[in-house]
């Protein structure tokens, strides 16, 4: 078992302690003269936060995807409301009113269908990036 593996280790203070700790931490070393101590009570606390801040995260996700959802219905209905001389146009030559909603929700499914392929795309990558740590 290395030393790190065990939370209750006493490292001596050449091993994971290097100069550069000592000299920012005085005072712990003038403490602590036999080396840095694991403690169950440091790792636990590390715990809490580590799960407080992907708490965070989450909620911060969920709210920027709230907003892109939003967005992406704001950008579909303003080219709906853009278009509607166009789809006059269409009517008067033939198209009817099912047709025309056809048409819009192929049309809305595409735009969903190229998202969804955008996300697992990145989301595949990030994937990637986190197996290679």
Do not use: W
Request: glycine share 6%; net charge positive; charged share 15%.
């Amino acid at each position: 078992m290395t030393a790190l593996a065990d939370p209750t280790a006493r490292l001596p203070p050449s091993q994971g302690c290097g100069d550069i700790k000592r000299a920012l931490c005085p005072r712990f070393f003038r403490a602590n003269p036999q080396g840095l101590t694991l403690q169950r009570g440091y790792i636990s606390t590390f715990l809490q936060l580590r799960s407080t801040f992907l708490l965070l995260g989450g909620v911060l996700s969920a709210v920027v995807a709230l907003v892109g959802v939003l967005n992406f219905l704001n950008a579909v209905l303003t080219s709906m409301l853009s278009r509607r001389r166009e789809f006059a146009v269409l009517q008067a030559v033939g198209m009817t009113n099912r047709q025309l909603n056809v048409m819009l929700m192929t049309e809305g499914l595409f735009y969903a269908l190229l998202a969804c392929c955008r996300i697992a795309q990145r989301q595949s990558i990030v994937d990637r990036l986190r197996q290679s740590e």
